[in-house]
Structures are given as C-alpha cells and as structure tokens.
C-alpha cells in the first residue's frame, strides 16, 4: 500500500488557514470545500471525508504557522557562539518563512538551543544564495529543525520562493 493510502482511502494534506479554516479538494472530482477546523488545534489529527460525489479519502491537518516547502538542495552549516564549534554539510530539506529543516550525515555535535550559521542556495531561477542565522529547535537523529533566529528579514527571494 502506498504511503499516500490507509485502508484503501486516498490520502492528502491541507494547510490550515490563520482562520482556523481548510480547503479539501476531492482527488476525484476535484470539488473544493473549506470547513473549520479549530477544533482540532494544538493536537495531530487525520480527518476522514466524504465528498457528496461519494469518494471517502482521510485529509491530514497541517496547523503549521507558516507553509513548509519542500526541497533537496546541499549547503553548509557552522555552530556558533560561545562553546561551539563545528560545522559541516547539510540538505535543506524544507524551508519555510520562520525556519528550514536539514539533515546531516554522520556523527554530529548539535544540541537543541544552539544557534548556527546556515549557508545554501534555493532551487529558483536565479539560485539565489541564502545565509541564514538560526536557532535549533529540536533534532530528531540526523534531522534538525530552525528557526530564524530574525524572522522579519527574510528576504525579497526567499520570500517569493517561498509562495505556495
């Protein structure tokens, strides 16, 4: 069974709107309905709908602040401030307007609080270079999530990269 599958249903995500709404599109008909989702806030959950075409499929709930773009591009990291050191290559795996995920390969010395000097370039036309100064948020194996530790400079490019 696919991963975008579960008990034969068809699976999707959609974004949560700052009003507590989402839009669900029918994989089959395409029919488009946005319905409240406060509710389910401050907790992970998976919706099961059923469109009035007659298609049941399970929608993922994503209340993240920001929308989380995915990418594959190589970088550089280098720990920063008192007591780090280190530093090495990385994969941008996301990007969104208040931080980036990566993961590194190997043995690291990342330890959450820790702030770093992120340098890479985004997959636009121009391949914009990024340096950015982040916070480490949480690390789970060789995956490590940030936030910018300036989120009102993000960036002209960043910025339009970033529009879904």
Do not use: W
């Not at 401050?42 to 399970?58: A, I, M, Q, Y």
């Not at 990291?77 to 993961?103: A, H, K, P, T, W």
């Not at 590194?104 to 990342?110: A, D, K, L, P, Q």
């Not at 636009?124 to 060789?142: C, S």
């Amino acid at each position: 069974m696919s991963r975008n599958q579960q008990y034969g249903m068809k699976r999707q995500k959609s974004f949560v709107k700052t009003n507590d709404t989402a839009s669900i599109r029918c994989p089959d008909c395409a029919l488009v309905k946005n319905i409240a989702v406060g509710k389910f806030r401050n907790r992970k959950h998976t919706l099961k709908t059923r469109c009035s075409c007659g298609t049941t499929f399970l929608v993922a709930l994503d209340f993240r602040r920001h929308y989380r773009k995915p990418t594959k591009t190589i970088g550089v990291y280098s720990l920063i401030g008192e007591s780090c050191s280190g530093g090495g290559q990385m994969q941008v795996n996301n990007i969104s307007r208040s931080g980036v995920g990566f993961s590194v390969s190997g043995m690291h010395n990342i330890s959450t609080g820790q702030k770093a000097l992120l340098n890479f370039r985004i997959d636009d036309k121009k391949q914009t270079e990024l340096t950015k100064k982040v916070l480490i948020k949480n690390i789970r194996k060789n995956t490590i999530g940030c936030e910018f530790i300036n989120q009102n400079l993000i960036g002209k490019d960043l910025g339009v990269y970033l529009q879904p």
